[in-house]
Nanobody, 126 residues
């Protein structure tokens, strides 16, 4: 499985960005895709996750109400719509995947995901 993240950029506080994570290779069967982020000098943290089959999503508290994770099965792509961005959202954003339907309690653990894309940088200016 290969993951390609894109969509990062520079935006002012209060603005929006949509990140994309395109998957290739084996993409059939049970699947969970997540977004994590890592700010300079900080540990990687969970942002949001969704099952490929739909119906189950999980968000970090920092993302609830502002970010939305969706998927387009036909395009093998998962999106992260980020609204009302804040300077503290500045980070490299990574998408990750695992060939399992994770329960919500496990979705936030980075060690559950063997496949990772490269980061896409999001910079929010104040």
């Amino acid at each position: 499985v290969q993951l390609q993240a894109s969509g990062g950029g520079l935006v002012q506080a209060g603005g929006s960005l949509r990140l994309s994570c395109a998957a290739s290779g084996r993409t059939s069967g049970p699947y969970t895709v997540a977004w994590f982020r890592q700010a300079p000098g900080k540990e990687r943290e969970f942002v949001a996750a969704t099952r490929w089959s739909g119906g189950i999503t999980r968000y970090a508290d920092s993302a609830k109400g502002r970010f939305t994770i969706t998927r387009d099965n036909a395009k093998n792509t998962v999106y992260l719509q980020m609204n009302s961005l804040k300077p503290e959202d500045t980070a490299d954003y990574y998408c990750a995947a695992v060939e399992l339907n994770l329960i919500t309690g496990s979705m936030g653990s980075s060690n559950r995901y063997p496949y990772w894309g490269q980061g896409t940088l999001v910079t929010v200016s104040s």
